[in-house]
């Protein structure tokens, strides 16, 4: 049975760092496409940044050079490492993972911007 399980949500102040970490079992994603994505209170969920199989980055205009996206093949983990951090920044992070026909979620974790 294949589980994402993120983690390092937290609450942080303005101007903080979090990185979160999203473990992959189950199955192999190495030859996919990985990728986070967050939906914040009232809102819909929203591409945060994904990362190819060749570990090529996206990222969202909102995020572009305040967040990194690597990949860890051996550990298949993904990790998301957000700089700079912004009360509106806040909301539940989740971590995708899609191989051929098949995408998976994880079960997602809270990141919250406040002073």
């Known amino acids: 049975q294949v589980q994402l399980v993120e983690s390092g949500g937290g609450l942080v102040q303005p101007g903080g760092s979090l990185r979160l970490s999203c473990s992959a079992s189950?199955?192999?994603?190495?030859?996919?496409?990985m990728a986070w994505y967050r939906q914040g209170s009232g809102k819909e969920r929203e591409l945060v940044a994904s990362i190819t199989s060749s570990g090529i980055p996206n990222y969202a205009n909102s995020v572009r050079g305040r967040f990194t996206i690597s990949r860890d093949y051996a550990k298949n983990t993904v990790y998301l490492q957000m700089n700079s951090l912004k009360p509106e920044d806040t909301a539940v992070y989740y971590c995708?993972?899609?191989?051929?026909?098949?995408?998976?979620w994880g079960q997602g974790t809270h990141v919250t911007v406040s002073s």
């Open positions: 995708n993972a899609a191989l051929f026909t098949q995408i998976y």
């Open positions: 189950g199955r192999s994603f190495s030859s996919g496409l």
